[in-house]
């Protein structure tokens, strides 16, 4: 199989291709304009081509390498700056997601596999929250994230590929960046190496759903056999709260922490936790990696390399 990687310079990205670098049925390029990935983060075996998702090289490299499959993860990927600027996060997450998409379609693409967000939910107490949920999105970035997903399904509907929506919840591990989506987890880890307090905000007891990023990477793996159009969560279905995750911290790295308790910020999530009954269905598929250890594995990471 041919698979294009958009966005894999990535911190998701990186996890991905260091599957698929020992996977000799897939031939990998990742295609990346390096506005938060890294060049570092691929692997030597692996072809790499720098550029944007809206320019018009990305048709050249469609014509010259006619991919099987995609998989998208470029992105403007911060909810912040889709607030300050929605045009930007509108131009890369929208246009540069129509030009993937009709790429795909004008090269015979058989598979576009996406990586969409638990932020198209909203703040949504059903939890734990099941694809079906109706869609409330809180953010510029949460709504590109939901029109990306209605596009995937009327390319599947008209044009038959196969797409797949992979809705993410709080990704966290190695190489993730302290601004991102999920970033707690390294802002912790990176306070934690310089040995300073960690500050929350509001009481701690808000929760989220952390799933480690090598669980993602398998997922996705998986994810491009499938045929049709799926919307899948990804997740771990257990629920955190901040101090359970300080706690974590501490457990994982043998010392106290101090925590600064500070007024929760507006429009913070309450709960967020994802079902994964569908994942277990239709990837056959847990994730292995439990937060203990991949609270270990990116406390590790930063202590190494993070500074
Ligand atoms: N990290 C999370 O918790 C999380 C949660 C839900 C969804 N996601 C989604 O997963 C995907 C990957 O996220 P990530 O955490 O690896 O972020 P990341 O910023 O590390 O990776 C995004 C990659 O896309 C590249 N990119 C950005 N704009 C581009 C453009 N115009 N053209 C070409 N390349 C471009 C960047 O250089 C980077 O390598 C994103 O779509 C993100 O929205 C992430």
Redesign the pocket.
């Known amino acids: 199989m041919k698979l294009l990687v958009?966005?894999g310079?990535?911190?998701?990205?990186s996890h991905l291709l260091e599957i698929l670098e020992n996977n000799s049925d897939i031939e990998t390029v990742v295609?990346?304009?390096?506005?938060?990935?890294s060049e570092e983060n691929i692997p030597d075996g692996i072809k790499f081509i720098k550029?944007?998702?809206?320019s018009s090289k990305m048709e050249e490299m469609f014509n010259e390498y006619r991919f099987d499959a995609v998989i998208h993860?470029?992105?403007?990927?911060m909810v912040p700056a889709s607030i300050e600027n929605p045009s930007h996060d509108c131009d890369?997450n929208l246009l540069?997601l129509i030009n993937v998409l009709e790429n795909c379609r004008k090269y015979n693409v058989a598979t576009v596999l996406f990586?969409?967000?638990?932020a198209v939910y909203g703040d949504n107490l059903n939890v734990p929250l099941k694809e079906t949920e109706t869609l409330n999105p809180m953010s510029f970035y949460g709504i590109t994230k939901m029109s990306t997903e209605h596009y995937l399904r009327v390319y599947s509907e008209i044009y038959g590929i196969n797409t797949i929506v992979f809705r993410?919840a709080?990704?966290y591990g190695e190489r993730?960046?302290a601004g991102?989506?999920?970033g707690v987890v390294s802002i912790f880890a990176k306070l934690l190496d310089e040995n300073k307090p960690f500050t929350v905000y509001g009481d701690g007891k808000q929760t989220r759903d952390f799933v480690y990023v090598g669980d993602i990477a398998k997922a996705m793996v998986k994810g491009i056999k499938l045929e049709g159009h799926h919307v899948i969560n990804i997740s771990t279905e257990k629920e955190t709260s901040i101090n359970e995750l300080i706690e974590d911290f501490e457990a994982a790295s043998n010392t106290n922490i101090v925590v600064n308790y500070e007024t929760a910020r507006e429009g913070d999530i309450g709960r967020s936790v994802l079902s994964n009954e569908l994942m277990k269905s239709k990837l056959g598929f847990e994730p292995q990696i439990k937060l203990r250890e991949g609270i270990v594995r990116t406390y590790s990471w930063y202590k190494s390399k993070g500074r």
């Open positions: 958009a966005g310079a990535g911190f998701i990205g295609y990346d304009n390096l506005d938060t990935g550029g944007d998702i809206r993860l470029a992105a403007q990927t890369v540069g990586s969409s967000s638990a993410f709080n990704v993730q960046g991102g989506e999920g």
